[in-house]
């Protein structure tokens, strides 16, 4: 084989590996840019659910189980469905979100087993007859309190994982007809995540 043989099969296998390393790294500078360009902002999402900017993490929450902070050892690998009332007594408004969350838990059937309920209320506990009340309606509630410095906004319902990072939030319903259309956009979400997390 002659030199001036050699020199255009040089040339093109750089040109081969070039055009290559260019394929799988353009996908990428794409990627890069238009998340820092904010290119992909305005696309429709497939959430119900509000999707947190910044994740809360579990040390974030400002929840305390039997006077210690919440820690992953108490989440026993479920995601959680927590509401977060600012009613002590858990009046009706608090109590139709309950409801809510109790009932969107159930409809996962099979999967339900994967997820449990907390309700939390702000600043103090729940007073005795409102615990009574919804441990006597809803499925294994967890009655906790949020306090201190916190993301965590009352009268809101939030999903947690089972590595305690809340990832979305629902605004509460304020009456039990909501419940259905309000019910059927945590599934949603429920549904999907369980769908394609190995956790829990």
């Given at each position: 084989?002659?030199?001036?043989e050699?020199?255009?099969?040089?040339?093109?296998?750089?040109?081969?590996?070039?055009?290559?390393?260019?394929?799988?790294?353009?996908?990428?500078?794409?990627?890069y840019?238009?998340?820092?360009?904010?290119?992909?902002?305005?696309?429709?999402?497939?959430?119900?659910?509000?999707?947190?900017?910044?994740?809360?993490?579990?040390?974030?929450?400002?929840?305390?189980?039997?006077?210690?902070?919440?820690?992953?050892?108490?989440?026993?690998?479920?995601?959680?469905?927590?509401?977060?009332?600012?009613?002590?007594?858990?009046?009706?408004?608090?109590?139709?979100?309950?409801?809510?969350?109790?009932?969107?838990?159930?409809?996962?059937?099979?999967?339900?087993?994967?997820?449990?309920?907390?309700?939390?209320?702000?600043?103090?506990?729940?007073?005795?007859?409102?615990?009574?009340?919804?441990?006597e309606?809803?499925?294994?509630?967890?009655?906790?309190?949020?306090?201190?410095?916190?993301?965590?906004?009352p009268?809101?319902?939030?999903?947690?994982?089972?590595?305690?990072?809340?990832?979305?939030?629902?605004?509460?319903?304020?009456?039990?007809?909501?419940?259905?259309?309000?019910?059927?956009?945590?599934?949603?979400?429920?549904?999907?995540?369980?769908?394609?997390?190995?956790?829990?």
């Amino acid at each position: 084989m002659t030199q001036t043989e050699v020199k255009p099969q040089t040339k093109n296998n750089h040109f081969t590996i070039i055009s290559l390393l260019v394929i799988f790294a353009l996908p990428m500078v794409i990627a890069y840019s238009g998340w820092w360009l904010g290119w992909f902002n305005n696309l429709p999402k497939t959430n119900k659910g509000e999707l947190l900017t910044s994740v809360i993490l579990i040390n974030d929450t400002g929840i305390w189980v039997d006077n210690a902070p919440l820690a992953i050892a108490d989440l026993n690998h479920h995601w959680w469905l927590i509401y977060v009332a600012d009613d002590e007594n858990c009046a009706l408004h608090c109590q139709v979100n309950a409801y809510l969350v109790n009932q969107t838990r159930l409809a996962l059937a099979k999967e339900m087993d994967r997820v449990e309920n907390m309700i939390v209320n702000k600043d103090t506990s729940f007073t005795s007859s409102a615990k009574k009340y919804v441990a006597e309606h809803f499925s294994n509630p967890k009655f906790n309190v949020l306090k201190g410095q916190t993301r965590i906004e009352p009268d809101h319902i939030y999903l947690m994982d089972p590595i305690g990072n809340i990832m979305l939030k629902y605004p509460p319903i304020n009456n039990p007809e909501e419940a259905g259309v309000k019910g059927k956009d945590i599934l949603y979400d429920i549904k999907k995540l369980l769908k394609f997390s190995r956790l829990g």
